[in-house]
Nanobody, 114 residues
């Protein structure tokens, strides 16, 4: 089992920045991929960014050039630096990791005001 605790969400004006963190504990030796997803009201959950244990990254087209995913393997933590935020980025953001299976965090609200 893997437990995930997210932090860093909040309210920010358009153009601002936020940094999300997700700390993993438990069976962390099994973790390979670490990802961030988001779900806006009335929309399906979507993948925002992912990073492998080797550091390879991928991003949704809508966030490329604005968001950066990174991980600190020593701290078992994955980060999402979000810059140039837009009202369309408003959503609940979820951390998810894959090891022996998928494990999800509880979500953190990000609200971007125009």
């Amino acid at each position: 089992q893997v437990q995930l605790v997210e932090s860093g969400g909040g309210l920010v004006q358009a153009g601002g920045s936020l940094r999300l963190s997700c700390a993993a504990s438990g069976s962390i030796f099994s973790i390979n991929v670490m990802t961030w997803h988001r779900q806006a009201p009335g929309k399906e959950r979507e993948l925002v960014a992912g990073i492998t244990s080797g550091g390879s990254t991928n991003y949704a087209d809508s966030v490329k050039g604005r968001f950066t995913i990174s991980r600190d393997n020593a701290k078992n933590t994955v980060y999402l630096q979000m810059n140039s935020l837009e009202p369309e980025d408003t959503a609940v953001y979820y951390c998810a990791v894959y090891g022996s299976g998928w494990y999800w965090g509880q979500g953190t609200q990000v609200t971007v005001s125009s």
